[in-house]
């Protein structure tokens, strides 16, 4: 788990890891949420942990972010 200092639990989204690849693909937000269907407001709610990622977007963020595997942004790592 990603530890949420602001909330102090635990979240399973790596906000900060999709800041930096937005950076590195030279997009944005509202590219992202109009690609995935949802307002802007939808989305910043998806990364601040209001709502949650529905499968059918986490599969369209591959695409728009063109990585094969996303589930290190979107999911925890499990602890053995």
């Known amino acids: ?9 635990e ?4 906000k900060e890891g999709l800041e ?3 950076i ?9 949420a109009k690609f995935l269907g949802i307002s802007t407001t939808a989305l910043y709610r998806k990364l601040n942990g ?7 977007e ?3 963020s591959c695409l728009f972010f063109q ?3 996303m589930s290190s942004y979107f999911f925890a790592n499990k602890v053995t």
Not at 1 to 9: A, E, H, L, P
Not at 24 to 32: C, D, R
Not at 50 to 56: N, Q
């Open 58 to 60: 986490i599969q369209k």
């Open 24 to 32: 590195q693909k030279h997009k944005t937000k509202v590219e992202w």
């Open 1 to 9: 788990y990603v530890k949420d200092t602001n909330k102090g639990g």
């Open 50 to 56: 209001k709502s949650d990622f529905f499968r059918e």
């Open 67 to 69: 990585v094969e595997d």
């Open 11 to 14: 979240m399973m989204l790596d």
């Open 20 to 22: 930096i690849l937005l």
